[in-house]
């Protein structure tokens, strides 16, 4: 939630709904002093690679409804926002929530169903889906973070 706090922060500010990059960096590096230009280029980057931002022409434009956020008073982001998160660790956290078990449990349920039920010819992440959908567990948020990692590997 903060990443995309930080993310909708400058749009609400300035009530704009297409900035700049240099406009973008110098809110989040120079008026509010929350990151280093580096910092504020590489939040960029990530907004972008989580299909919160689009760019076109140079302009940045969120994809989310920057108005149904509401910002604190006094927000400043935290260094978790630069922190990579793994999708595949993020389902299996929420599957050991819904079934009342511990992660290593869902890691163990997701090894023996790729060896035993697939012959070990199923990746990962997609196990983590089959096991989410046995257990009703809502993932729509992660899938095209689960599709990248299974891209990237």
Do not use: C
Request: net charge neutral; aromatic share 8%; no cysteine.
């Amino acid at each position: 939630m903060t990443f995309r706090t930080a993310i909708a922060a400058p749009f609400k500010h300035t009530r704009k709904t297409g900035m700049k990059k240099n406009e973008l960096v110098y809110y989040y590096a120079l008026d509010r002093k929350w990151m280093s230009t580096e910092q504020a280029n590489h939040l960029l980057r990530r907004a972008e690679e989580a299909k919160l931002i689009s760019v076109e022409n140079g302009v940045y434009t969120p994809l989310f409804d920057v108005g149904s956020l509401t910002i604190p008073i006094g927000f400043k982001p935290t260094s978790a926002i630069f922190e990579q998160h793994d999708p595949s660790e993020e389902l299996i956290a929420r599957i050991a929530r819904a079934t009342r078990t511990e992660e290593t449990e869902v890691a163990a349920g997701m090894n023996r169903l790729i060896r035993e039920g697939f012959d070990a010819n199923l990746l990962p992440a997609a196990a983590l889906v089959i096991l989410a959908r046995q257990a009703d567990v809502p993932f729509a948020d992660l899938e095209d973070a689960l599709l990248q990692s299974i891209k990237k590997g």
